[in-house]
C-alpha cells in the first residue's frame, strides 16, 4: 500500500512538471532576436479546435515578417519617373516589391517550433550572407536575359524595323522588373550602362519618334447609319524622312460621341491602320474619334506584374483624333394640303411634322436625290354640319414614308374623319388640319425613328 502512495506522489509530481514546462515559452516567443548574419521571421496564430490552419497562417506570417527585414530599394531615374507620372506612392511601390520577394524567398531554415493549448509560434531564419549571394546570382541572370534583347532591339532600330525595335525593348524590361529600384550596371558595346535606365530611354526614344495622323479629317456622318468610308490613320517614324511602320497596334475609340466601330486593328505594310465604324448612335453634332499606339497588345499582359503595368503608364502614347460631322437623317417631304377644294398658302400638317422630327435628330432637304427618307402627304378637309352658329369641318390624310437606299415603304397610314370646328367652314377646316397634324405626329415620327433606326 506504501508503494502504491508513493507512486500516486511521483506520478502526480511528473504530470506538474510537464505542466510548467509546457507553460514556459522559449525565449524568442516573447523576446525578438537580434542576429547581425541572419534575417529572422516569427509567425503566431491561434489554435482552432478540430483544424490544423493555425500552422500554415503561422508559416506565412513568419515568411511575410522575414521578408519584411529585406531592404527594398527605391531609386534611379526609371523608378523616380514611375512614381511621379503614375500616381503611385513610394510605399505601395515597396509594398508590392516586398510581396515578390516573399514569394521568392529560397534558402530559409527552420530554428523552432512552440504551441501550447491555444497558441502555435514558428521561428525562421535566412543567411543575410546566403540571401545576397542567391540575389546576386538572379540580378546578373536576369540582366543576361535583358541584355541579349535590348542588343537585339538595337540592330532592329539601325535596320529601321521599328516595330520590331519596340516590342524587343519592351520585352528586354520584363527580365529586370524584380529589381527595377537597383542599380543594373552592365557593359554594352564596351562602355558601362544602367541597363534599366537605358531600356526606359530607348522606348521613350522611339515613341516620342511615332506619329499618327489621320489620312482624311472632318469626315461626314449620319446618327445611327453607318460611316461610308474607312477611317483611316498613318504611322510614320521621323527621324530625317518619314518612315510608315507596319504591325504596330492601334486602338480606336470615342474621346466625344458614341458609336459601333473595330477597336483593335494593326497598321499595314504602308503603315495604315484601318477601322469601320458600322453605327454612329450619338446625337452630337461634332464627335471625336481617338487613335492610340495599344502598346498593351505589344506584351502578354496576363504575366504582366503590377509593377510593369506601372511603368508602361508612364510613357508617352502617340496618338491622333478624327473629327466625325454628324446629322440625323435627310428627310424630304412633299405635302398636298387642300382645305375645302382650295391649296393652303401656308400649310399646316408638314411644319409640324418637321418639327417633331427635328425634335428627335433628323434634318431636311429640298434636294429628293439627296434624301434618306421621303414622306409624301395628302391632305383634304370637306364640310361638315352647323350648329347654334359653330361649323364643323373633316380631314382625311394619307401618309407615306420610303427608305430611299432600298426604295421600301416603312410607313403608311390613312387617318379619315379628323375633326375640327370654327366660327365659318374655313376655320373649321384650318382646324381639323390641326389637329391631324398633332395625330400624324404623334403615331408617325415614332414609327419611323424604330424602323429607320433613328
Not at 504551441?115 to 509560434?121: A, E, L, M, N, R
Amino acid at each position: 500500500m506504501k508503494r502504491f502512495f508513493q507512486f500516486l506522489l511521483l506520478l502526480s509530481l511528473f504530470f506538474q512538471l510537464n505542466l510548467l514546462h509546457a507553460k514556459k515559452a522559449p525565449d524568442w516567443v516573447t523576446n525578438r532576436p537580434i542576429d547581425n548574419e541572419f534575417y529572422i521571421g516569427i509567425g503566431h496564430a491561434s489554435k482552432i479546435k478540430g483544424s490544423n490552419d493555425h500552422i500554415e497562417k503561422a508559416t506565412s506570417e513568419a515568411l511575410k515578417n522575414l521578408a519584411s527585414e529585406i531592404t527594398v530599394n527605391i531609386s534611379g531615374e526609371v523608378v523616380s519617373s514611375m512614381i511621379e507620372k503614375s500616381g503611385m506612392l513610394e510605399e505601395e511601390l515597396k509594398s508590392k516589391i516586398r510581396s515578390t520577394t516573399e514569394a521568392e524567398l529560397e534558402g530559409y531554415e527552420l530554428v523552432e517550433q512552440w504551441q501550447d493549448k491555444k497558441d502555435y509560434w514558428i521561428y525562421y531564419r535566412l543567411s543575410k550572407v546566403r540571401y545576397q549571394v542567391a540575389k546576386e546570382e538572379k540580378i546578373n541572370k536576369a540582366i543576361s536575359l535583358a541584355l541579349d534583347l535590348f542588343t537585339q532591339a538595337k540592330k532592329s532600330e539601325q535596320n529601321k524595323e521599328y516595330d520590331k525595335a519596340l516590342l524587343l525593348f519592351l520585352q528586354s524590361l520584363k527580365p529586370i522588373e524584380k529589381y527595377i529600384g537597383e542599380t543594373l550596371e552592365t557593359k554594352y558595346l564596351g562602355q558601362n550602362i544602367y541597363l534599366n535606365n537605358e531600356i526606359y530611354l530607348s522606348i521613350q526614344n522611339i515613341l516620342s519618334n511615332i506619329e499618327l495622323k489621320p489620312i482624311k479629317n472632318n469626315i461626314e456622318a449620319k446618327r445611327n447609319k453607318a460611316v461610308k468610308h474607312p477611317i483611316q490613320v498613318i504611322a510614320s517614324y521621323y527621324e530625317t524622312e518619314q518612315i510608315p511602320i507596319s504591325n504596330l497596334p492601334i486602338l480606336f475609340s470615342f474621346r466625344r460621341g458614341e458609336g459601333d466601330l473595330i477597336s483593335n486593328v494593326k497598321t499595314n505594310m504602308n503603315g495604315i491602320a484601318s477601322t469601320k465604324i458600322s453605327k454612329v448612335t450619338s446625337s452630337e453634332k461634332m464627335q471625336i474619334l481617338n487613335a492610340e499606339l495599344d502598346i498593351s497588345k505589344m506584351i502578354n499582359q496576363d504575366s504582366t506584374s503590377f509593377v510593369y503595368q506601372n511603368i508602361l503608364k508612364t510613357l508617352p502614347m502617340p496618338s491622333t483624333r478624327v473629327i466625325l460631322n454628324v446629322t440625323g437623317l435627310l428627310i424630304f417631304i412633299e405635302s398636298e394640303e387642300l382645305n375645302l377644294g382650295k391649296e393652303l398658302t401656308v400649310l399646316h400638317i408638314e411644319p409640324k411634322i418637321k418639327e417633331s422630327f427635328s425634335e428627335k435628330g433628323f434634318s431636311f432637304t429640298d434636294d429628293i436625290a439627296g434624301a434618306d427618307i421621303y414622306i409624301t402627304i395628302k391632305a383634304r378637309s370637306r364640310e361638315g354640319s352647323e350648329m347654334f352658329g359653330m361649323y364643323s369641318a373633316f380631314v382625311d390624310v394619307t401618309v407615306s414614308a420610303l427608305e430611299m437606299s432600298s426604295g421600301e415603304e416603312i410607313y403608311k397610314n390613312v387617318f379619315n374623319n379628323v375633326n375640327g370646328q370654327g366660327v365659318n367652314t374655313e376655320k373649321a377646316g384650318l382646324k381639323a388640319f390641326e389637329n391631324a397634324a398633332e395625330k400624324i405626329s404623334d403615331n408617325m415620327v415614332p414609327k419611323i425613328i424604330q424602323t429607320a433606326g433613328q
